[in-house]
């Protein structure tokens, strides 16, 4: 029960959902974009995703390409 615990707890660490989407902004999307739904799938999938997101330079073209490419890799978009 402890190691399930570790485990729960671990995946809550990093960067929010709430600081993810704040970086989003940068991009300037609709809210009804399909990039801009997927990005939101992809800061839920995991910490991991989130701290890759938060990593990423400022550029808003660098943001949307890996916003792009990771929602392709998921199946999220063509």
Known sequence: MQK????????KEGPTVRECS???KLVGLDP????????????????DMREAWMALPEIPEVL?????MTAKSLGLIK
């Open 32 to 47: 009804v974009d399909p990039i801009f739904l997927a990005a939101f799938h992809i800061f839920g999938v995991s910490s």
């Open 64 to 68: 949307r390409g890996w916003i792009g």
């Open 4 to 11: 399930a615990l570790q485990v729960l707890i671990k995946g």
């Open 22 to 24: 704040e970086k989003l």
